[in-house]
């Protein structure tokens, strides 16, 4: 027998964490942080599994919705072993570090011990790792004597480090894509999937509920590169929000790229914040993951710093791009300041490059169209400036999903990391054109296998 708990992200993209038991041993897959809730609620339900077996702790990438919780999980099961990706580790060190100084303006101490940056060291000094295609063996302590669960690492195509988590026991095999690209970007690879028949497939349906098939991330490149052309010609700049781990690295590719074609006219590209050291690990990590092209280094960008710049004035006085996280322009980040700003210039343009979630002020710019009054930032603006969305995704198109079901053939299936419409449609796919097994995952609720 063997049993699933979605922790998080059961039914939403939020603190994606799941819990399996697989004869005897405990294992905990992602540890993520809800990006729009606050305090005890923003964290997995780990209450649910005080009393059971837990062993082991693999975190399939860095983002915060799969990682942030991972210092709180450990404080209440400090002998948990974390196992990632070499990637991951570098990125979180990071990452996990840079979180302290939000959560301390969200975190009541009565409710929850925040973690110090002393604590953050020791946990990344705890982290094993293992590249992709290196198996390992997770044993529990319930489970001595046993067959161990086999383990081991698939590239995941999403950003730097992500990993698909393949486990197997007694030739029973369970594969979790994590967050999964099947197409390849302008610096990662698409994902490696198994050569094998699994037997229960967990996966991701972000883009569920959005027809993608549409969207060719060369065909969106070059609609990007003419649409700032424009803006620039009219003596505007372009700010577009991006998520500092993933996104800023691509799309500065991206940008730099077709400026060297001569597609896109060469101007100042503002970058900064956590974004600028993840670029660094991008870059020495580039031999040792699925890289497009090994020869390219984001740090040969002449990125330069919006934080040297004193007025945000200034940005106007000359065309320019820039990168600002976060990529949903949260309240207190600087693409959320920087829009505020932006708005209010005609010439100007704001370019979206990703997913908005609908309860984010990133949703309402992208909904937003020039000459419409806005509710932003607690009063009504009227946007003066361009508004349009571009998609460069990241995560599984809905038909790539159909496509992993398809060559992994799984006998059952569960659906994580996606809102309600999302699960609907892969959902009601699924049943149409296979004869798997489906389960929709929701939070708290156990799924025995």
């Keep these: 027998m063997i049993e699933f708990i979605p922790l998080g992200g059961g039914g939403e993209i939020g603190a994606n964490s799941y819990y399996l038991n697989i004869s005897g041993t405990g294992i905990i897959l992602d540890c993520g942080m809800h990006p729009q809730k606050t305090g005890l609620d923003a964290l997995p339900l780990f209450d649910i599994i005080k009393d059971k077996s837990i062993d082991y702790i693999l975190i399939s990438h860095a983002h915060q919705d799969h990682i942030g919780s991972l210092p709180f999980l450990i404080q209440r099961f400090p002998y948990l072993k974390i196992i990632t990706t070499p990637q991951t580790r570098a990125v979180a060190e990071l990452t996990i570090h840079n979180t302290i100084s939000i959560l301390k303006k969200q975190i009541n101490e009565n409710e929850i011990k925040l973690y110090s940056h002393d604590d953050v060291d020791l946990l990344i000094q705890s982290i094993m790792y293992k590249s992709y295609g290196e198996e390992f063996d ?118 730099w790229k077709l400026m060297q074609k001569g597609k896109l006219v060469n101007v100042d590209i503002y970058a900064d914040g956590i974004g600028r050291k993840i670029n660094r690990i991008y870059d020495y990590s580039r031999y040792n993951v699925n890289y497009i092209d090994e020869d390219f280094v984001i740090g040969d960008i002449p990125l330069k ?76 603006i009227e946007v003066k400036c361009s508004i349009k969305n571009f998609r460069f995704p990241s995560h599984a198109r809905r038909e790539d999903i159909l496509e992993i079901v398809k060559k992994l053939n799984p006998d059952s299936i569960i659906l994580v990391h996606g809102d309600e419409s999302s699960i609907d449609w892969v959902g009601a796919n699924i049943l149409k054109n296979f004869k798997a097994k489906l389960y929709a995952a929701k939070t708290g609720e156990l799924i025995k296998l």
């Design 138 to 255: 997770l044993i529990g302590y319930d489970h001595k004597g046993k067959e161990p669960v086999k383990a081991v690492f698939t590239n995941a195509g999403h950003i730097i480090g992500s990993a698909g988590i393949l486990l197997e026991h007694n030739n029973y095999k369970i594969f979790y894509t994590g967050d999964i690209s099947l197409r390849n970007q302008t610096l990662l690879k698409a994902a490696q999937l198994p050569e094998v028949k699994v037997d229960c497939l967990i996966t991701e349906t972000t883009y569920g509920s959005t027809d993608t098939s549409i969207f060719n991330w060369h065909k969106e490149s070059e609609r990007l590169a003419q649409s700032i052309n424009k803006v620039i010609d009219r003596s505007g700049s372009v700010l577009i929000p991006v998520f500092s781990l993933g996104k800023m690295q691509e799309i500065a590719a991206t940008l």
């Design 305 to 380: 710093s919006f934080y040297e710049i004193k007025r945000t004035s200034n940005f106007f006085k000359h065309p320019c791009i820039m990168l600002a996280p976060s990529g949903m322009m949260m309240k207190k980040t600087a693409s959320y300041s920087m829009a505020i700003q932006w708005i209010k210039h005609k010439e100007s343009a704001i370019f979206t490059v990703g997913y908005m979630d609908p309860d984010t002020p990133g949703y309402t710019i992208a909904k937003a169209r020039k000459g419409q009054t806005i509710q932003f930032d607690g009063q009504s």
